[in-house]
């Protein structure tokens, strides 16, 4: 039976052991919903193939359901299974995977992914995350698994436990603690549907730099126009946003405002006071949940627009972005 999401469910807390895991895997099977933990951030499980499983992602997460998933397997063979293999692609999996990258290309007849997952589209956003939890549980599952980031749609991303059961409790059948996201912002997505030698599109900026993928491709990558449809998760205006006001690039402070630094300075909370953007990814969302629970407006200080700093000013940007 799918996961209800119209009433009150007891979460349970399942711990990374053997046991856990399988728990958390046969929950899947049945077509409920569980929230795992990859290197990026915790993910909101359903099996791929179960459309029904797939439409309570939708419903739990307030989701729309024209913004694609990601499914995530536990192998390159098994995203081969779902998707138009290609040299690029072989290149790239070769390179990052396991890894915060997720590669869009053309579906394959026969894959089994429900339309929900895709959005419609005739392509499937995929990837094999690093935290080994996470393949465990895939491994567990035997199939692909659809989950965005497990939080209500368009609040901010959870990097632990708490931030899912916080948003999310009682309202899925169970979350699979492994403690902290180690990179704690979402998957680079790159596209690789375009004709044969066309560079891949840089769909997402994430927890890969573009720089790494760009020096294994040997040229730039493109870049999506914020106008194009949307063809991969993670892309609409508004996203990641908390309860409060956020105000970018601050370089003072006004009263009643609480501040997020970044580099030397006095703030309330630093997302790395040394200015290391590796750290100030791993600490953006968790920062922002604990500024939000203030129920007072964030004014943030400038991050580089750079390596990881690309994807920590894109989400900061989707946060901020009119609702």
Known sequence: MPAKTDSF????????TPKGIGRAAALLRAGQLVAFPTETVYGLGAD????????AIYATKGRPSFNPLIA???SIEAAQNLVQWSDQAERMAAAFWPGPLTLVLPLRDGHGISPLVTAGLDTLAVRVPAKACARDLLAAVGGPVAAPSANPSGRISPTSAAHVAAGLGGRISAILDDGPCGVGVESTILG?????GRPPVLLRPGGLASEDIEAVLGQPLVHRNAADPLTAPGQMLSHYA??????????????GELSLGFGPGDFDLNLSASGDLLEAATNLFGHLH????LAKPIAVAPVPDQGLGAAINDRLRR?????
């Open 192 to 196: 690789l549907t375009g004709p044969s």
């Open 290 to 293: 604990r500024l939000d629970a």
């Open 242 to 255: 908390p309860h409060a006001p956020l105000r970018l690039n601050a370089t003072t402070f006004q009263a």
């Open 9 to 16: 469910v007891q979460t349970e807390m399942l711990s990374p």
């Open 319 to 323: 946060a901020a972005a009119p609702r």
């Open 72 to 74: 995530h397997v536990d």
């Open 48 to 55: 791929a193939r179960n459309g029904e499983a797939v439409a």
